[in-house]
Structure formats: structure tokens, C-alpha cells
């Protein structure tokens, strides 16, 4: 786990690991979403199953949070879709480095210098809200001109992506306008 200055509370909870669309999860109780500093991402280090990780925690659209977990954090901790595993976590300060998708990556190193400094001076924070921001749509030319806009804004000085909601669930895999669909 990389290190992280932690900023509030310890939040502990159960949840059971589900699969939405192709996206392996943890929802988290309403308490413990309450327990949280936002209604949006929230940047945590704790532990899954007894193993240590830290990432983004991800807004639900409906005022709670769900936990993206990858297929080897649940190998690492032994559990698998349909398994309830207990999860400890605690807001940090810190944020992790969020996944630069292929098409916004490709037009960050081939813009200008100026544009890579200031994508390169933003906080992690603002780089994640950039990623969701992309990635927050399933239609390719939407996605396209999203990553046009991302390279014009920063020419033109932006340091965030701009104003939607950053409470609501925008994965486009997992999301349905806006909420992260009920458990069946």
C-alpha cells in the first residue's frame, strides 16, 4: 500500500461481492457511505478481506458508495462473486494515480508541452475527475469529442474537467443514468 496520510475515521463494514455488467463490486451500507467525507469518490486505503489495498471508492447516484474490486485484490483475499467479505477502509488524503484510458493517454503525449506540464501539475484528484469525465459515456463519438475537449480545455487553462455531478455514478458499465442499478 503506498503511503497515504489519513484523514478521517476508520469505517468498517460486511458486503457482498457482486458482479454489475462486467465490474466486480462491494456496495456499501448506508452507514457506512454515511461515515464517508463526500457523497462522491472518496480516495481510502484499508483492507479487503483481511488484505491491504488502497483506490477511489465510487459514488452509487443514489447518496451511498460502491468498491471496484479488481480480480486480484478477491484472489488475494479468497472471495468471489456471491461471498460476503469484510472490508475496513479510511479516507486518505493521498489519492492513488487513476488508470489513464488508451485514447486520453494517446492525446496527452501528443499534445502540446504546455498541456502535458499542467496534466502533469494537477493534483491525482483532478486526474481521476478527468478519467471519469471520458469515460462517463458509452457512445464512441461522445467519448471522442470528449477527449478533444479534455486537450482544448487544458490548452485554454482548465485544471478540471468542468461541472457534472460528482455524486452520481458515471461508469458507463455499471451506471444507469446516472445510479448504480439495484441488486437483483
Do not use: Y
Not at 448506508?30 to 484499508?46: D, F, I, M, T, W
Amino acid at each position: 500500500m503506498a503511503s497515504t496520510t489519513r484523514s478521517t475515521a476508520e469505517v468498517t463494514f460486511s458486503g457482498g461481492l457482486e458482479v454489475v455488467g462486467s465490474t466486480m463490486l462491494v456496495r456499501l451500507p448506508a452507514e457506512a457511505s454515511r461515515a464517508l467525507p463526500s457523497r462522491g469518490q472518496v480516495a481510502v486505503a484499508g483492507t479487503f478481506g483481511g488484505r491491504a489495498f488502497s483506490t477511489v471508492i465510487e459514488p452509487d447516484g443514489r447518496r451511498g458508495h460502491w468498491l471496484r474490486v479488481d480480480h486480484d485484490l478477491a484472489a488475494a483475499a479468497g472471495v468471489a462473486p456471491g461471498d460476503v467479505v469484510e472490508v475496513a477502509v479510511e479516507a486518505v488524503d493521498d489519492w492513488p494515480e487513476p488508470t489513464v484510458p488508451g485514447d486520453l493517454g494517446a492525446a496527452l503525449a501528443a499534445a502540446p508541452a504546455h498541456i502535458r506540464d499542467i496534466w502533469d501539475d494537477i493534483t491525482p484528484m483532478a486526474r481521476w475527475e478527468w478519467v471519469r469525465w471520458v469515460g462517463a459515456t458509452r457512445n464512441p463519438d461522445t467519448r471522442a469529442k470528449r477527449v478533444g475537449v479534455s486537450i482544448d480545455k487544458m490548452d485554454h487553462g482548465k485544471r478540471r474537467p468542468c461541472c457534472f455531478d460528482l455524486a452520481s455514478c458515471t461508469d458507463p458499465d455499471v451506471a444507469r443514468s446516472g445510479k448504480l442499478p439495484e441488486p437483483t
